[in-house]
């Protein structure tokens, strides 16, 4: 029989969430969105100035059933940019951000199964990665191995799933709106 104090425990600490649960995800269900539109547009790359930071740009590779790759930030020539776009080279206005973009402000995320980030990939599945400015972070579960907090972890998961969903967001209001 289990005492009423055991009982209120059990409760207690199943309501607290676990490390893994504690994040609040927002990339998972925006990057399956992203891979479905550009599945529907029969597209495997799309990229368009971001609306919400002057000077920057956003793109995505699409990889079916493997990848997707998601850069953004400041590229130092916006005519050929805008070249690309204007030509609707998606594929090589991806290939210039990752290449080129003004290394502090990029963000280059590496999106394993287009599934959103992940704190801790589950079973045998490849972890993602992100660059930020000069920073790279895989999300593999080893805040340890990286010589980090757990906190530190958490925390650098949480500002970069919020960067890819910002960048995530553009780019499906983008393909919702355009006739791309």
């Known amino acids: 029989m289990v005492s009423r104090f055991g ?8 309501l607290v969430p ?6 609040d995800v927002k990339t998972s269900d925006l990057a ?3 891979a479905h539109l550009l599945d529907q547009k029969k597209l ?4 368009l100035p971001d609306a ?4 920057n740009y956003v793109a995505a590779l699409y990889i079916p059933g493997t990848q997707l790759l998601v850069v953004s930030g400041k590229y130092t020539a ?3 940019m805008t070249d690309l776009l204007t030509k609707k080279d998606y594929r090589g206005a991806y290939s210039e951000l990752v290449s080129a973009a003004v290394p502090d402000s990029r963000l280059f995320v590496m999106d394993t199964y287009a599934d959103g980030l992940m704190l801790k990939p589950s079973g045998s599945n490849a972890p ?3 660059g930020a400015g000069a ?3 895989t999300f593999d579960g080893e805040w340890k191995k990286a010589k980090i907090s757990e906190a530190e972890y958490a925390k650098t998961f949480a500002e970069n799933d919020a960067a890819y969903a910002r960048a995530l967001q553009s780019l499906i209001a983008h393909l919702k709106t355009a006739g791309t």
């Open 128 to 130: 993602d990665t992100v």
């Open 135 to 137: 920073k790279s972070t």
């Open 52 to 55: 919400q930071v002057p000077g």
């Open 78 to 80: 916006p005519a050929l």
């Open 7 to 14: 009982l209120v425990a059990v409760l207690a600490l199943s």
């Open 32 to 34: 399956k969105q992203l």
């Open 44 to 47: 495997d790359a799309i990229a």
């Open 18 to 23: 676990s490390g893994a649960h504690a994040q």
